[in-house]
């Protein structure tokens, strides 16, 4: 019943191969319109930024036709403390595109969500972006701003904080769930391992051409906590996933990431054969029972509703 649910709107999603930063300031729906309940959270960074971030109770299948253009009244199942999961956005699109998807398939499992939109991006603060660089130092603010408020609401279970990304938001999760305690673990998706390996990666498969030049990372960006350079160290539960034919960040990428993790953590590699990077050819498109098996288990750890 959910996976039919689920068909009704997955074909939503961000095929933008941007290969930098683009941001997207209109929501093209909203989850009131999919029956979804949530609310807007008040997330302010350390230095000033206004973070539009929705938060999604766990909560039924919503039925059939209950879409409206105004939001639901917020409500609970209960006054339970939850798994709950922070989902970023990648480097173009916003909250509105895959996430209401993701965010329906975990809210109806018993986990919370939580998504946001980066400066600039969505309805967060105005904050210019140099469409050459592949991501800012200070979406690593933003992620933290979000996880702090998350951890503080009164439904969360804070042992139970897990942070999802793909392709740019993938490292930043990465590096969000190593440089906070109140983060579980990570579900990552088309990983790059460092700059190192993918900016040459970039240049040699961009369809126009773009050189070094325009792929830049700023001079204060941890380089050094990219996936895998922080990897020995990380110390948290992690899915890394990636399709076989991802031609962006691929599958070596993730296998380099997993190989240099330390034993003894919750740690698993998940190759969507047939998948590629984004868009339609995204794992969670092409394999929706799969991702949602796999991803939902590693934070309950038992099978799909």
Same mark, same amino acid.
């Given at each position: 019943?959910?996976?039919?649910?689920?068909?009704?709107?997955?074909?939503?999603?961000?095929?933008?191969?941007?290969?930098?930063?683009?941001?997207?300031?209109?929501?093209?729906?909203?989850?009131?319109?999919?029956?979804?309940?949530?609310?807007?959270?008040?997330?302010?960074?350390?230095?000033?930024?206004?973070?539009?971030?929705?938060?999604?109770?766990?909560?039924?299948?919503?039925?059939?036709?209950?879409?409206?253009?105004?939001?639901?009244?917020?409500?609970?199942?209960?006054?339970?403390?939850?798994?709950?999961?922070?989902?970023?956005?990648?480097?173009?699109?916003?909250?509105?595109?895959?996430?209401?998807?993701?965010?329906?398939?975990?809210?109806?499992?018993?986990?919370?969500?939580?998504?946001?939109?980066?400066?600039?991006?969505?309805?967060?603060?105005?904050?210019?972006?140099?469409?050459?660089?592949?991501?800012?130092?200070?979406? /690593?603010?933003?992620?933290?701003? &979000?996880?702090?408020?998350?951890?503080?609401?009164?439904?969360?279970?804070?042992?139970?904080?897990?942070?999802?990304?793909?392709?740019?938001?993938?490292?930043?999760?990465?590096?969000?769930?190593?440089?906070?305690?109140?983060?579980?673990?990570?579900? /990552?998706?088309?990983?790059?391992?460092?700059?190192?390996?993918?900016?040459?990666? /970039?240049?040699?498969?961009?369809?126009?051409?773009?050189?070094?030049?325009?792929?830049?990372?700023?001079?204060?960006?941890?380089?050094?906590?990219?996936?895998?350079? &922080?990897?020995?160290?990380?110390?948290?539960?992690?899915?890394?996933?990636?399709?076989?034919?991802?031609?962006?960040?691929?599958?070596?990428?993730?296998?380099?990431?997993?190989?240099?993790?330390?034993?003894?953590?919750?740690?698993?590699?998940?190759?969507?054969?047939?998948?590629?990077?984004?868009?339609?050819?995204?794992?969670?498109?092409?394999?929706?029972?799969?991702?949602?098996?796999?991803?939902?288990?590693?934070?309950?750890?038992?099978?799909?509703?």
């Amino acid at each position: 019943e959910m996976m039919r649910h689920i068909f009704l709107f997955i074909g939503i999603f961000v095929s933008i191969y941007s290969y930098a930063i683009i941001p997207d300031r209109k929501y093209v729906r909203l989850p009131q319109e999919v029956g979804l309940i949530y609310k807007e959270m008040d997330v302010t960074t350390k230095d000033g930024y206004r973070i539009e971030t929705w938060f999604y109770p766990a909560q039924d299948v919503p039925a059939e036709n209950t879409g409206q253009s105004e939001m639901l009244p917020y409500k609970t199942i209960d006054d339970s403390r939850r798994p709950t999961l922070i989902i970023c956005n990648g480097d173009a699109g916003n909250m509105s595109y895959q996430q209401i998807s993701l965010a329906y398939l975990y809210a109806a499992n018993g986990i919370n969500v939580v998504t946001f939109d980066w400066r600039g991006f969505g309805e967060s603060s105005e904050f210019e972006m140099n469409p050459d660089y592949l991501c800012y130092t200070e979406m /690593l603010t933003d992620f933290d701003a &979000v996880i702090k408020a998350v951890s503080k609401e009164k439904v969360v279970d804070r042992k139970k904080i897990y942070v999802m990304g793909w392709s740019t938001g993938a490292y930043l999760a990465m590096i969000a769930a190593h440089n906070n305690r109140q983060v579980k673990g990570c579900i /990552l998706s088309g990983t790059p391992s460092s700059f190192e390996d993918a900016i040459p990666h /970039l240049v040699k498969v961009h369809p126009k051409g773009k050189t070094e030049k325009n792929l830049l990372v700023p001079d204060d960006f941890p380089r050094g906590q990219m996936p895998a350079l &922080v990897a020995p160290k990380f110390r948290k539960d992690i899915l890394l996933v990636v399709g076989s034919e991802d031609n962006r960040t691929p599958q070596w990428m993730s296998e380099k990431i997993y190989n240099a993790l330390p034993a003894g953590i919750n740690k698993k590699l998940s190759v969507y054969e047939g998948a590629g990077h984004g868009g339609t050819e995204f794992p969670f498109f092409v394999d929706w029972g799969r991702w949602a098996e796999e991803t939902v288990g590693i934070m309950l750890e038992e099978s799909v509703i």
